[in-house]
């Protein structure tokens, strides 16, 4: 703005001196012998020119107004571009800072990544122990989902066995097969026959006689009811149906009592299941002259009798010996 005013001045100055050369130049003329009228008519021939000028001057300081004052308002924004630029200059400094913050920055993250590196490692080496047992541990589900798998067969089988594969009155006759099977074949008797009557099986004992053994069950479905029973009531009433089962088939296997051929009782044989329901017949069957037995103690209730009559038979022959020496010494 400064600088417009200036200028315009040196301008007016310009003009003004022009102004007073012009009358100079019209004295002189006068002096050399022009007249008044026509050294007034170059003056205001001049004085219009220089009116023309000064009109042409205006018109141009009319147009270089604007100017000044778009100039003015450049200014102002120089200004403010000014105050940008230092602000600008302020954020750099702070983006420097906040650059050299970050390079810090960096530097200990390189080494939490190297730490963290060194972690990940450790940790890979641990899954890859971990699945190494994991192998191993599967190997061995595996063979043991095999071994179950065998197992689940063979009792698979031994349900067969005990509930019988045709009849279930025959679910006795096949597990006692298996287990009599085993005793030596000299004790072993099948299908022994008293009078009309024919036991399954018969255990020759050392003094020659036999012991019917009888083992068919023919109450499974009233087992297969109290297992799946939930009520005590319902099953204290299975418990004595299934009581009054054993003691009917102990009145028939009394039947196969001979004291010709046979010891003086009979042995029923049970599932388990079904023993440990008749406690409380026990009595009652022995006073029929029956001994009540379970699966599990078949072999060594057997052995026992085997045993016992064994030790009678050699006692009995002691005496008969000890008889025999007393009536030859008279």
């Known amino acids: 703005m400064d600088t417009w005013?200036?200028?315009?001045?040196?301008?007016?100055g310009v003009l003004v001196v022009a102004l007073s050369i012009l009358v100079v130049v019209l004295l002189r003329r006068s002096r050399g012998g022009l007249?008044?009228?026509?050294?007034?008519?170059?003056?205001?021939?001049?004085?219009?020119?220089?009116?023309?000028?000064?009109?042409?001057?205006?018109?141009?300081?009319?147009?270089?107004?604007?100017?000044?004052?778009?100039?003015?308002?450049?200014?102002?924004?120089?200004?403010?571009?000014?105050?940008?630029?230092?602000?600008?200059?302020?954020?750099?400094?702070?983006?420097?800072?906040?650059?050299v913050a970050l390079g810090?920055?960096?530097?200990?993250?390189?080494?939490?990544?190297?730490?963290?590196?060194?972690?990940?490692?450790?940790?890979?080496?641990?899954?890859?122990?971990?699945?190494?047992?994991?192998?191993?541990?599967q190997t061995h589900a595996k063979a043991r989902q095999e071994l179950e798998q065998q197992t689940a067969a063979s009792i698979r089988r031994l349900e067969a066995i005990i509930s019988?594969?045709?009849?279930?009155?025959?679910?006795?006759?096949?597990?006692?097969?298996?287990v009599f099977a085993?005793?030596?074949?000299?004790?072993?008797?099948?299908d022994f026959r008293v009078g009309n009557k024919v036991v399954e099986f018969g255990l020759r004992l050392p003094n020659s006689l036999v012991l019917p053994i009888d083992s068919k069950?023919?109450?499974?479905?009233?087992?297969?009811?109290?297992?799946?029973?939930?009520?005590?009531?319902?099953?204290?009433?299975?418990?004595?149906?299934?009581?009054?089962?054993?003691?009917?088939?102990?009145?028939?296997?009394?039947k196969y009592v001979d004291p010709n051929v046979t010891v003086n009782f009979a042995v029923v044989a049970v599932p388990d299941a079904v023993y440990d329901l008749c406690c409380g017949i026990q009595a009652d069957v022995f006073q029929l002259g029956v001994v009540l037995i379970s699966f599990s103690m078949f072999v060594p209730y057997l052995l026992l009798v085997f045993q016992t009559v064994l030790k009678t038979s050699q006692s009995i022959d002691l005496q008969k010996l000890d008889t025999a020496n007393v009536k030859?010494?008279?």
Not at 5 to 12: N, Q, R
Not at 66 to 95: I, M
Not at 124 to 137: F, I, N, S, V, Y
Not at 221 to 250: K, N, S, W, Y
């Open 104 to 137: 810090t920055g960096l530097a200990e993250t390189g080494t939490l990544t190297k730490s963290l590196a060194a972690a990940t490692a450790a940790v890979q080496a641990e899954l890859l122990r971990a699945k190494d047992g994991l192998t191993e541990l």
């Open 5 to 12: 005013l200036m200028a315009i001045t040196g301008v007016l």
């Open 217 to 254: 069950w023919t109450a499974t479905h009233l087992l297969e009811q109290f297992v799946a029973c939930d009520d005590p009531t319902e099953q204290q009433g299975l418990r004595d149906r299934i009581g009054a089962v054993v003691l009917d088939r102990a009145k028939e296997v009394r």
């Open 328 to 330: 030859l010494c008279d």
């Open 182 to 190: 085993k005793l030596p074949p000299d004790w072993q008797v099948r």
């Open 164 to 178: 019988g594969t045709h009849t279930k009155g025959a679910a006795g006759e096949h597990i006692l097969e298996v």
């Open 35 to 99: 007249g008044p009228a026509a050294l007034f008519q170059d003056l205001a021939q001049a004085v219009q020119h220089e009116q023309a000028q000064i009109a042409v001057l205006a018109e141009k300081l009319a147009q270089i107004e604007p100017v000044t004052q778009a100039v003015g308002s450049v200014q102002v924004e120089l200004r403010g571009l000014s105050e940008k630029v230092t602000t600008v200059q302020q954020n750099q400094s702070q983006v420097n800072r906040g650059v």
